[in-house]
């Protein structure tokens, strides 16, 4: 093993971070509570100055097809509805601090994270469909990956050393020679430092080894179909008879793979037009 990364530097990283990522486990219990006050909402946007500014262009972008004026939070919020200020939020809180060049991954920030939003959009389809907790299928699919930055900056200063991020076996093989953990193992144990649920960061940290989840092994079992037909859908290749299989005998869903596909393409262009504005 190369130059281990502990759990302290972990918490020193995890301590340099922003206040951002906090904010998103506080929104999740309020916007899913029945008798939630919407003040308690919008007291929660209101400290992060960033998210507020993100909420109000959302409102005016042709992006999410609303193209209101709005100038403050509170209608900012009644604009987008809550669990659309939720998906924002969750990216905008954990893009801001997850971002810049790798040193070590072949592949960009920028692929990652549109992985990554794929992956929520098919969480929070999947949820859907199965009448389950869309709130944590969306948080789960897009905060899979967030082990990998740290990773990489852990590893900045190797030279030349790449880890593929087309080959699931080699990428774990040498981030455990490199870090002594996996990006699953280092994504879970920072949602667990900033308080989320088990419900989010377990199917995180087996979804490569459902089996091993315990109660936890159909929702890891569901992001690793969500990221297999993510990557599937940005390739722009087509759904195979196997991926339709395998949805059908892992998703209990009534909709066709197809009708799901189409509704995942279309939420991933509107994230992906505004997070380019």
């Known amino acids: 093993m190369d130059h281990e990364l502990t759990r302290d530097i972990l918490e020193v990283e995890l301590h340099r971070l922003s206040a951002a990522p906090r904010i998103i486990p506080k929104l999740a219990a309020l916007v899913r509570d029945p008798n939630m006050n919407p003040e308690d909402v919008i007291d929660v946007i ?3 100055p960033a998210l507020t500014a993100r909420l109000i262009a959302a409102c005016k972008s042709a992006a999410f097809h609303r ?3 709005v100038s ?7 604009c987008l509805g809550f669990a659309e200020v939720f998906r924002i939020a969750t990216v905008v809180a954990f893009r801001s601090s997850f971002s810049g060049p790798f040193h070590v991954y072949a592949e960009s920030a920028d692929e990652v994270w549109q992985r990554a939003v794929a992956a929520a959009c098919f969480m929070d389809e999947f949820a859907l469909e ?3 907790d869309h709130w944590d299928a969306y948080t789960t699919g897009l905060l899979h990956m967030i082990g990998v930055f740290f990773i990489d900056w852990h590893c900045a200063g ?5 880890i593929p991020l087309r080959s699931m076996s080699e990428q774990l093989r040498l981030e455990i020679k490199w870090t002594g ?3 699953m193992e280092l994504s879970a144990l920072a949602l ?3 308080g989320f649920s088990r419900e989010i960061y377990e199917p995180i940290r087996w979804y490569h080894e459902p089996q091993r ?5 159909h929702q890891a079992e569901l992001l690793g179909l969500a990221l297999d037909f993510s990557r599937a859908i940005l390739a722009e290749t087509k759904l195979t008879a196997y991926h339709r299989w395998w949805y059908a005998h892992v998703v209990r869903s009534a909709d066709p793979l197809s009708e799901v596909a189409d509704r995942v393409q279309n939420r991933l262009q509107t994230v992906l037009e505004f997070l380019r504005v």
């Open 46 to 48: 209101r400290h992060d």
């Open 67 to 69: 193209q209101v004026q």
């Open 72 to 78: 403050n939070v509170i209608d900012a919020v009644q």
């Open 130 to 132: 199965e009448e389950g």
């Open 158 to 162: 190797r030279s030349g050393d790449i």
């Open 181 to 183: 953990f996996t990006h």
């Open 192 to 194: 667990d430092y900033w």
């Open 213 to 217: 989840a315990g109660p936890y092994a």
